[in-house]
């Protein structure tokens, strides 16, 4: 009766496994496939605003430069300081980077004197010479409310 259970036990697992294996790799396949087409989709799109690129490969190498042709299984990817160029196929890349995005130190400093100067004029400009922009109430000692209509 054990040897019974047994068989039946390791023939459902064996059928089980030759069931779930080719699901699990599709399911796996899928996802390669979608993570792929993310990643033409974004090149293509790094490709038209001609921006500088860090790609990182599968074996960890990274290379640097601008994206100057994109093909259907593959970008190239040229290096500003060799003048190189590198054909990247779309499966091979990990990660991708634009570079230099952000604003440069100086134009931050020229936007904060920009809104210095701005806060500065504005506040020479409210207050008209000689007259405060604020009412004064002489009050002699009482509660009583000013009267501002002199």
Do not use: W, Y
């Given at each position: 009766?054990?040897?019974?259970?047994?068989?039946?036990?390791?023939?459902?697992?064996?059928?089980?496994?030759?069931?779930?294996?080719?699901?699990?790799?599709?399911?796996?396949?899928?996802?390669?496939?979608?993570?792929?087409?993310?990643?033409?989709?974004?090149?293509?799109?790094?490709?038209?605003?001609?921006?500088?690129?860090?790609?990182?490969?599968?074996?960890?190498?990274?290379?640097?430069?601008?994206?100057?042709?994109?093909?259907?299984?593959?970008?190239?990817?040229k290096d500003e300081q060799t003048r190189a160029t590198s054909e990247v196929k779309y499966d091979?890349?990990?990660?991708?980077?634009?570079?230099?995005?952000?604003?440069?130190?100086?134009?931050?400093?020229?936007?904060?004197?920009?809104?210095?100067?701005a806060a500065v004029v504005l506040l020479v400009t409210i207050k008209p010479l000689g007259k405060?922009?604020?009412?004064?109430?002489?009050?002699?000692?009482?509660?009583?409310?000013?009267?501002?209509?002199?």
């Open positions: 009766m054990f040897r019974r259970l047994l068989s039946l036990m390791l023939i459902s697992f064996l059928i089980q496994m030759i069931c779930i294996t080719p699901v699990l790799a599709a399911v796996q396949t899928d996802k390669e496939t979608q993570r792929i087409a993310k990643m033409k989709e974004r090149i293509g799109v790094i490709h038209l605003e001609k921006k500088r690129v860090i790609i990182t490969r599968r074996d960890g190498t990274k290379m640097q430069g601008q994206i100057s042709e994109v093909n259907e299984s593959s970008f190239i990817i091979d890349a990990t990660q991708i980077k634009t570079k230099g995005n952000g604003l440069s130190t100086s134009t931050k400093v020229l936007i904060g004197v920009g809104i210095a100067v405060s922009p604020f009412p004064k109430c002489n009050a002699d000692q009482s509660n009583a409310p000013c009267d501002n209509s002199r």
